[in-house]
């Protein structure tokens, strides 16, 4: 199961993500210029796969990428957590959400780039 809570401090805005088991994750997706962020790994190992490479990263690690190019994100240990961290700010969507969607959980069921690595 992934894990998800919104954080908020000011104008800075994020994502939390955690990750129970090496099979979970973030589906394939893309983001705009509202929806843009960086990937801060706070713990454990993830992999950002797209459709025609995998980047590796570790704990620590702070990932810029052309976040156009649709990705999904895996874990590669349990309980691994990332931080998506917004370039712009919190996107206008998420300004009224109730507070019952500022966290949850949800399963990821199928990672279309999944390629064996």
Not at 16 to 38: C, M, R, S, W
Request: net charge negative; charged share 25%.
């Amino acid at each position: 199961m992934t894990l998800f809570e919104h954080y908020k401090s000011g104008n800075v805005f994020g994502i939390k993500y955690i990750f129970e088991t090496e099979k979970d994750g973030l589906p394939v997706h893309a983001h705009d210029q509202e929806t843009a962020h960086n990937i801060i790994v706070m713990r454990g190992k993830v992999k950002v796969v797209f459709s025609e490479h995998t980047d590796y990263l570790q704990e620590g690690d702070v990932y810029d990428f052309d976040w156009t190019l649709k990705h999904g994100v895996r874990a590669l240990e349990p309980d691994s957590i990332v931080l998506n961290m917004f370039l712009n700010g919190q996107p206008k969507s998420y300004l009224n959400l109730p507070t019952h969607e500022l966290s949850g959980e949800f399963q990821v069921e199928e990672f279309i780039y999944e390629r064996g690595y």
